[in-house]
């Protein structure tokens, strides 16, 4: 078993900065690739960014690319997701979650996290 909560979200400008965390617990959690999806009203959840807790190598949508960065402090067990240059589209509930496989599709990944919302306004 995984147990992930999210931290983070908030309220923020266009233009401006958020730091989404991802506390992440269990016994099992270092043989997991840890992902972090977002879902807006009336879409589907949709993929951001994903690492890995062993060897790192980040991998980020191309809508993210360039302007958000994952990374993991193995010593907290905690996954992070720093947003910076954050746009209106980026409005939606992020999700961290864990999975076995290097995948980018939501339904392989095992463990979900509770969401954090995060609203970027004009």
């Known amino acids: 078993q995984v147990q992930l909560v999210e931290s983070g979200g908030g309220l923020v400008q266009a233009g401006g900065s958020l730091r989404l965390s991802c506390a992440a617990s269990?016994?099992?959690?270092?043989?997991?690739?840890l992902g972090w999806f977002r879902q807006a009203p009336g879409k589907e959840r949709e993929y951001v960014a994903r690492?890995?807790?062993?060897?790192?190598?980040?991998y980020y949508a191309d809508s993210v690319k360039g302007r958000f960065t994952i990374s993991r402090d193995n010593a907290k067990n905690t996954v992070y997701l720093q947003m910076n240059s954050l746009k209106p589209e980026d409005t939606a509930v992020y999700y961290c979650?864990?999975?076995?496989?290097?995948?980018?599709?939501?339904?392989?990944?095992?463990?979900w996290g509770q969401g954090t919302q995060v609203t970027v306004s004009t």
């Open positions: 690492i890995s807790w062993s060897v790192g190598a980040p």
């Open positions: 979650a864990a999975g076995r496989l290097l995948t980018t599709t939501p339904s392989t990944y095992t463990y």
């Open positions: 269990g016994r099992t959690v270092g043989s997991y690739f």
